[in-house]
């Protein structure tokens, strides 16, 4: 027979790896008292806590063992190769900003999605294969889009809300845009967009089933008006000179932009507003010359600020993320990295994006993220931009 002690601390060991010590130190107390009851209450916690689903577990573990899958993964495919978004969302979590690691993680889901659909069907050109498989691939998507139920995303931060709204719907867009690519570009690239599909719609559900503490949830505001002006902006940012050698990042704007007004007309205002800041991101990288070094003292005590605007108990989760994007490149002024793209980043992110959020955030209220808005029933034509594969 087992002695007793050894079941004790081998319960306690087995919550210890799983769940944070702080959690499972009353369980600890519990199987020391004396007593049959005591051990007994104390086993049935402790198998309540390791069953799934009896307890959610936090988010970090899940998201460092999602970072340290997509590294294995990427070693395989690309031995050698080295992912600057998996290293960010490695050290944005290290750092305790969840929202900016989520943030980061998506891409390379995404990017190594499309690897693995290429590698296993390497120098393939048959498009009869191809529509095969593309017509195969849609009805699982569409069922595993299933689980992205609205109790599910209602309580989500807003942040990660939007960017798993976001994620869902670039799963769609690029599932539909694969058969085009492959039937014009080639089997191989309508692959590739099949994969990133796939890739989108997987981190979509991996953020969905992340457990967040309990908090307010604040109403989504639409930025329909903010989106408007901003392209406006855009025009007659390009109409300058010396705008045709940074074409790349004004489309880039522009498909991004595009994305946030068709978020924000199907009723995804959360991801509308979070898509639409990423866009002025992009716009404010293009425009914002470098940053000088006498910008640093000034931007730390920007930052500050806006940190203390952004706590509290209502959900300014979205503002917080784009707050935590940009204090690596504080980091990198602090130690006169002024050439750092970081360093423009964060820049851009203190004196125009955060800003701008402040601003939709405060504007009249919308309906509730994901139902439907009227605006949709003024769409007469919708446009969407897709990125030509490896660009």
């Known amino acids: 027979m087992v002695p007793r002690y050894n079941q004790r601390d081998g319960l306690l060991a087995l919550l210890r790896r799983r769940y944070d ?22 086993l049935a916690l402790g198998l309540c806590l390791a069953v799934p689903g009896c307890r959610a577990e936090p988010p970090q573990a899940p998201i460092a063992a999602q970072i340290a899958g997509l590294e294995r993964t990427l070693a395989k495919l690309k031995p050698g190769a080295v992912s600057d978004d998996l290293r960010a969302a490695r050290q944005a979590l290290s750092a305790g900003y969840l929202y900016a690691s989520l943030y ?3 891409g ?14 390497r120098g393939e050109q048959d498009l009869d294969a191809f529509e095969k498989d593309w017509q195969a691939a849609g009805p699982g998507l569409r069922r595993r889009a299933t689980g992205l139920t609205a109790a599910k995303l209602g309580a989500l931060p ?3 809300r939007a960017l798993v709204e976001g994620a869902a719907a670039q799963s769609d867009v690029y599932y539909r845009a694969a058969r085009l690519y492959g039937e014009h570009a080639g089997a191989p690239s309508g692959r590739y967009y099949l994969g990133i599909a796939q890739g989108h719609l997987d981190f979509a559900l991996f953020a969905a089933g992340l457990a967040f503490p309990p908090g307010e949830r604040s109403a989504a505001r639409s930025p329909e008006a903010a989106i408007a002006a901003l392209d406006r902006r855009l025009v007659k940012s390009f109409d300058r000179p010396g705008a045709t050698q940074r074409q790349g990042l004004f489309n880039d704007a522009n498909s ?45 005590r920007r930052s500050r600020e ?32 002024t050439a750092a793209y970081g360093a423009k980043q964060a820049a851009v992110i203190l004196d ?11 504007g009249p209220a919308g309906p509730e993220s994901g139902g439907a808005v009227a605006a949709a029933a003024r769409q007469d034509v919708t446009v969407t931009l897709v990125r030509w594969p490896f660009t």
């Open 108 to 121: 390379p889901m995404a990017e190594l999605a499309a690897m693995q659909q290429l590698g296993a069907k």
């Open 21 to 42: 010590p702080a959690v499972v130190a009353p369980l600890f107390h519990l199987l020391r008292r004396p007593g049959r009851a005591a051990i007994l209450l104390g």
């Open 256 to 300: 991004v932009l595009g994305f946030a007004g068709e978020l924000t007309r199907q009723g995804k205002l959360d991801a509308g507003t979070q898509t639409y800041l990423d866009a002025a991101l992009r716009i404010g990288l293009a425009e914002t010359p470098a940053v000088a070094p006498s910008d640093a003292g000034r931007l730390a």
């Open 352 to 362: 125009d994006v955060l800003p701008r959020y402040f601003a939709v955030s405060a």
């Open 306 to 337: 806006l940190g203390e605007r952004l706590a509290g108990r209502a959900d300014r989760s979205v503002g917080l993320l784009y707050w935590q994007l940009a204090q690596p490149g504080l980091a990198a002024l602090a130690k006169g990295q």
């Open 104 to 106: 980061d993680l998506e």
């Open 158 to 160: 807003a942040a990660v």
